[in-house]
């Protein structure tokens, strides 16, 4: 499970989070959801403990992550934003890498990898060199890389950007299977299709605050609106109002 009570991050005058609180429960997809600029990204940064919050808490299965960085990280599968990968390694070698800074050696990493390869369907690639790799490959290899020490709770920062409709699928795909294995799954997107077809719960981020969360059928019903995107926008205005 992954928990943020509360959390507040400034960048000089510039003021990223308010007032950030949520649960992310074992077993669910979880959806932040916001538009551009709203604090989601900043979110998941102070979750896998690349930012240290100002104000507030993060917890991961418990573990606080700012007092205990490294526990937190040992619990975590992270899908960042930036998704660089070693392009003279290859799909491979890039996720043996991650799998030995997790702390697995041998016949048990190799194991790894092959089955990562197999469920990623990564058997064209998986000898190749990252560079001129296309988008959805270089995807791949960021996610298989991300859980290649079976994490207990995964956080994807919008997965699906620039991916084609196949790529998409395949994601999709992945991520339900995290969910069906009883993984916390945390990812951010302001693509609705993409929440309506796999969340559970919908946590709506506007100028650095929650403003609004619950399964999307309860947020339908609290906006008192029929679609998810008409709920989001209700909420998203009623809480610029208030903030104005």
Do not use: W
């Not at 991961?60 to 526990?71: C, K, L």
């Amino acid at each position: 499970m992954i928990e943020a009570a509360s959390l507040a991050k400034s960048f000089g005058q510039v003021v990223a989070l308010r007032d950030v609180t949520f649960q992310a429960p074992d077993g669910v997809v979880t959806g932040l959801l916001g538009p551009n600029g709203a604090g989601k990204t900043t979110t998941l940064r102070v979750l896998y403990t690349l930012l240290r919050p100002d104000r507030g808490s993060a917890h991961v299965d418990g573990i606080d992550v700012a007092a205990q960085p490294r526990e937190a990280q040992r619990r975590l599968g992270v899908l960042p934003d930036s998704r660089g990968l070693y392009g003279r390694l290859t799909s491979r070698e890039n996720i043996r890498y991650f799998g030995r800074m997790q702390g697995l050696r041998g016949a048990a990493l190799e194991s790894r990898i092959d089955e990562l390869l197999r469920l990623l369907d990564m058997g064209e690639i998986a000898d190749r060199r990252a560079e001129g790799f296309s988008q959805g490959q270089r995807v791949k290899v960021a996610i298989a890389r991300a859980i290649v020490h079976s994490p207990r709770n995964i956080v994807l920062d919008e997965p699906t950007n620039g991916l084609d409709v196949l790529a998409t699928r395949a994601m999709r795909a992945i991520i339900g299977r995290l969910r069906d294995e009883g993984h916390c799954v945390l990812f951010s997107s302001h693509i609705m299709q993409e929440v309506a077809a796999l969340c559970e719960r919908v946590v709506v981020v506007a100028r650095g605050a929650v403003v609004a969360q619950g399964t999307p059928a309860e947020l339908r019903r609290s906006t008192g609106h029929e679609s998810l995107e008409d709920a989001f926008v209700a909420a998203i205005g009623t809480a610029e109002g208030l903030m104005a």
